[in-house]
Each structure stands twice: as C-alpha cells, then as structure tokens.
C-alpha cells in the first residue's frame, strides 16, 4: 500500500481520512491541519494563493507521500491549481457536490452550505452553471460552524440553537438537499439533521474522493503489499489541547507532533 498525506486548516480533512480509512485500511496516512492560519474561509484567494503552495511543498518534503488530499474545498476552489504546479505527486482536491446534489434534489431546491470564501467562489459559479442551470441554489456561508465542528472534536458541547441559528435561512428558503461544501460539516451532520424540522438529504463529498484515491493508487507503479509507515498528525502551530490531540488518535493518528509555522 501506498501513504497519502491529507491536508486542511484543522479537523475538517478528518471526514475525508475517515472515508478512505474505510475503504483503504492499509493505506498510510499522514495528517497535517493548519491551525494557525484557520479559519480559510476568512482568508483571500491571494492569502491562500500565497501561502498554501509552499506549505504543502514543505509538508510532502517531510513526510514523502505518494499523493496528497487537499481535504479542504476553500483550499481547493482557490489554490489547486498552484499547489500541483510545484509538487510532482498526484493531488486530490474536494470541491463542493453540487453535481449529486442536482441529481437527487426531489424539488430542485438545494443549498451549498460552506465557508464564507467557498461560496462566494467562481468555481462554485461554475459547478452550479455546469450541472445545475436550472436549479435554484441557495448559497450560505458559515465560519461559525467551522468553530464549531472544532469545539466538538476538542470535546466541548455544541449548543443546538448556536447550530440552528446557523442553518436557519436554509430553512427557511425550505431547500430539500444540502451540499455540505465544507470538510468540517460532516463531523455536524447529526447537529445539522436534528436542527432541521424536515427530512433533507445531506451530501459531502468524502466518498467519492476515497473512491478517486483509491483508484490513483491503484494505478501507481509500485503498490506496496503492506504500510510503509506509522500514521501520523502533525499540527501547524503546535496545538497542544490534550483532548483534540486525543481526536487525532480516535482517527487512526497515533503519533501526533506539533510543527513550527
Ligand atoms: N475545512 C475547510 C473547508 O472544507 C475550511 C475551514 C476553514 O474555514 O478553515 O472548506
């Protein structure tokens, strides 16, 4: 088996690590979050633009993945292209699901549920005028629930009417599907599901990206019988909440060293 590295400003990657673990248990993986520039939906293109390349050029420098997953869609709708230009690996980048979505929407109402950066996007233009002209896309954005999918996995309690208050002018707009177009909303789907006083179909994007690195590795020359290494998180900024740091170990990531920026 081969190592991808999986990459994100914090625990949002770890419900795409989660989906590939599933299908690939053998697979290594290395983790980095970027603490201490989340959260990226806050961020301009040009800030992203400038800093992910070479932080990613520096992380595969470490830890020598085969590929690496940008398991981040504010990462990836505003600096893939930069960050393939300079590593010679394949990328995997996670963008928004509008194409599902559009496919499943009983009443052809659905919403992209991300960070304020995601979608306000032209890439999300794109995606919606691809495989969704007709629909009708309500798109929010939300850093709050980035905060609070990192409260929850630092074991602190998220508060449901924080959640409610959040997904609110989703509700109201009565959309029947939402793209949950952020990595660190599926660790809130059952927040989400509960806040919501009807049934909807909620999407992300994990497993088809565990489905698109499976392939990849598959294809690469050398396919190891076995993990090359132990998985390992490493945290910009050098983190040191003991309980997050336990969250890292409930994923798979038993070594968990912090990183100077
Ligand atoms: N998890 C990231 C995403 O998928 C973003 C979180 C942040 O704003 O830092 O967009």
Request: proline share 7%; glycine share 6%; with cysteine.
């Amino acid at each position: 088996m081969a190592h991808a590295l999986i990459f994100d400003s914090g625990v949002g990657g770890l419900s795409v690590s989660a989906e590939i673990r599933h299908r690939m248990p053998a697979l290594q993986q290395s983790y980095a979050a970027d603490d201490v520039f989340r959260p990226y939906g806050e961020k301009s293109d040009a800030e992203l633009q400038a800093r992910l390349p070479e932080l990613l050029w520096s992380l595969c420098e470490t830890v020598n993945p085969d590929l690496a997953v940008i398991a981040c869609n504010t990462a990836s709708t505003s600096a893939l292209k930069d960050i393939r230009a300079i590593l010679d690996i394949p990328i995997v980048g996670v963008v928004p699901a509008v194409k599902p979505a559009a496919g499943i929407s009983p009443g052809g109402r659905f919403a992209v549920l991300g960070t304020p950066g995601t979608v306000r996007r032209e890439y999300v233009d794109k995606l919606i005028e691809d495989f969704a002209p007709d629909h009708d896309v309500v798109r929010l954005g939300s850093t709050a629930l980035v905060r609070l999918a990192e409260d929850k996995l630092s074991g602190r309690r998220v508060n449901p009417s924080d959640i409610e208050r959040e997904v609110g002018p989703l509700i109201v707009k009565k959309v029947d599907t939402i793209v949950l177009a952020c990595t660190h909303f599926p660790l809130l789907k059952a927040e989400i599901e509960s806040a919501i006083p009807y049934a909807v179909n909620l999407i992300d994007s994990g497993e088809a990206i565990a489905r698109r690195v499976e392939t990849l590795i598959e294809e690469m020359p050398v396919f190891k019988a076995r993990r090359p290494g132990s998985d390992m998180a490493l945290l910009v900024g050098h983190d040191k909440d003991p309980i997050r740091r336990e969250t890292f170990k409930t994923y798979g990531f038993h070594c968990v060293v912090g990183l100077h920026d």
